[in-house]
């Protein structure tokens, strides 16, 4: 029910059967803010995330999509990577 | 907009103010597989997860809760942290 909901997000635009092909990441991060008191730190989360990752899955820097948002109690990060098809097996 | 979509999103279900006034964490990590080719390596990544983000904010790990979903093309890996009050400034 919540994955659903969630794929859907994940989703987002219509997408052609080509892309649906593609073997993609998508990293949310949200972070919920009490005031002024809380430190954000997403912004340095996300060279943390992308080498974190990159032990599991071969990442091309061109493809990864980086967008961080604020309002006044949230900050929300969100990566999208493509993963490189590859050659070997 | 898409963030909009997003905060609707953590914050699921109602919340009273007592718990909007609590600092919290959601990290969500999606992978589109295609079909068997890829390695499903999201459970091992969960770790990983929670030691990159202890450098930055204080974690209960009584207060991590996990959750692990797949259908046949997706795995949704979702932390919600609640991060503790801390005493000092």
Chains 1, 2 share one sequence.
Do not use: C, W
């Amino acid at each position: 029910m919540s994955m659903k909901k969630f794929i859907n997000y994940f989703r987002g635009n219509k997408q052609t059967s080509a892309n649906i092909a593609k073997e993609r990441l998508k990293i949310i991060v949200a972070h919920q803010r009490v005031e002024q008191t809380s430190t954000d730190f997403l912004p340095q989360l996300r060279q943390e995330l992308v080498t974190v990752i990159a032990k599991y899955v071969k990442i091309d820097l061109d493809q990864v999509k980086v967008e961080l948002e604020r309002d006044e109690n949230h900050t929300v990060l969100e990566l999208n990577i493509t993963i490189p098809e590859t050659a070997e097996a």
